[in-house]
T-cell receptor, first 115, second 111 residues
Framework: EAGVAQSPRYKIIEKRQSVAFWCNPI?????LYWYQQILGQGPKLLIQ????????DSQLPKDRFSAERLKGVDSTLKIQPAKLEDSAVYLC?????????????FGPGTRLTVT | LAKTTQPISMDSYEGQEVNITCSHN???????ITWYQQFPSQGPRFIIQ???TKVTNEVASLFIPADRKSSTLSLPRVSLSDTAVYYC????????????FGSGTKLNVKP
């Protein structure tokens, strides 16, 4: 079974530029998550999708971050404009069916450096 | 949302059993306890989940006392490859899988 795919693996941009990350979850997984992990900290949930719909985006900085999951499969997370404090690893995860499912499968992450 | 408290770091030696305790004093009735492992430059990986008493799989055991205000992840006979960060999460498994990561415990296994 293929795992969660993410691209790019690394990205370096200057502040005020924009950047986009792509995630392809495990086939059949209805729930998709985006996390931000700053060095030395645990992952912080940014947004959670159930199929096409947003379940939780309470920690997403909506003035600069946006995410979409068209057709309930792939997802894109965008930052515009980026700030220095956005430097982090952005992790995508998916899980099977929301109710009574418990295991999230994580991708390798995208390491973003904002200079 | 139940907050969790874990030791920042732990040291162990190869072949020893390691117990990592997590405190979650305000755990709710519907909350489950889940543990993840994360190696450098990788995403977290699910280890085990439980609601009460004891759960065991091929990797670890999870002990949860009757009051559920804490839990202990037990790793039998650790090896150098078990050096990682271990996260304890508490959340409502039946509420769209809402779990939140804390800062985790950095386990350092020495030869």
């Amino acid at each position: 079974e293929a795992g969660v795919a993410q691209s790019p693996r690394y990205k370096i941009i200057e502040k005020r530029q924009s950047v986009a990350f792509w995630c392809n979850p495990i086939s059949g997984h209805a729930t998709l998550y985006w996390y931000q992990q700053i060095l030395g900290q645990g992952p912080k949930l940014l947004i959670q999708f159930q199929n096409n719909g947003v379940v939780d985006d309470s920690q997403l900085p909506k003035d600069r971050f946006s995410a979409e999951r068209l057709k309930g499969v792939d997802s894109t997370l965008k930052i515009q404009p980026a700030k220095l404090e956005d430097s982090a690893v952005y992790l995508c995860a998916s899980s099977l069916v929301a109710l009574d499912s418990y295991e999230q499968y994580f991708g390798p992450g995208t390491r973003l450096t904002v200079t | 949302l139940a907050k969790t408290t874990q030791p920042i770091s732990m040291d162990s030696y190869e072949g020893q059993e390691v117990n990592i305790t997590c405190s979650h004093n305000n755990i709710a009735t519907n909350d489950y306890i889940t543990w993840y492992q994360q190696f450098p430059s990788q995403g977290p990986r699910f280890i085990i989940q439980g609601y009460k008493t004891k759960v065991t799989n091929e990797v670890a055991s999870l002990f949860i006392p009757a009051d559920r205000k804490s839990s202990t992840l037990s790793l039998p006979r650790v090896s150098l490859s078990d050096t990682a960060v271990y996260y304890c999460l508490v959340g409502d498994r039946l509420n769209f899988n809402k779990f939140y990561f804390g800062s985790g415990t950095k386990l350092n296994v020495k030869p």
